[in-house]
């Protein structure tokens, strides 16, 4: 059984930084595409990075230069380095596997519960 669990959510002001984690488990391929979701009040889930079994990676473009997603493979971790955040960033954060595109962050089969990021002025 697959399990994804976040963690590094929390509040900061605006130009802050936080780095997000997701410990992954039961995940037989650890070469999986991966990558980080965020939906904030009111409107709809939106791609926010991923990383395809290649190590590409691709960015939503209002993050571009500010967020950098990585994996460590031994550790099973999946990471999205916040920085220069903005009050726009501020949304429930999760991390997926195991996707049809990552180039086009979609087709995600396996989704964790989520940790909030807010940011302030």
């Known amino acids: 059984q697959v399990h994804l669990a976040e963690s590094g959510g929390g509040s900061v002001q605006t130009g802050g930084s936080l780095r997000l984690s997701c410990a992954a488990s039961?995940?037989?391929?650890?070469?999986?595409?991966m990558g980080w979701f965020r939906q904030a009040p009111g409107k709809e889930r939106e791609g926010v990075a991923a990383?395809?079994?290649?190590?590409?990676?691709t960015y939503r473009d209002s993050v571009k230069g500010r967020f950098t997603i990585s994996r460590d493979n031994a550790k099973n971790t999946l990471y999205l380095e916040m920085n220069n955040l903005k009050l726009d960033d501020t949304a429930m954060y999760y991390c997926?596997?195991?996707?049809?595109?990552?180039?086009?962050?979609?087709?995600?089969?396996?989704w964790g519960q989520g940790t909030q990021v807010t940011v302030s002025s």
């Open positions: 997926a596997a195991d996707c049809h595109s990552a180039t086009l962050m979609m087709g995600f089969r396996y």
């Open positions: 039961g995940l037989t391929d650890r070469s999986y595409c």
């Open positions: 990383l395809d079994r290649d190590g590409v990676t």
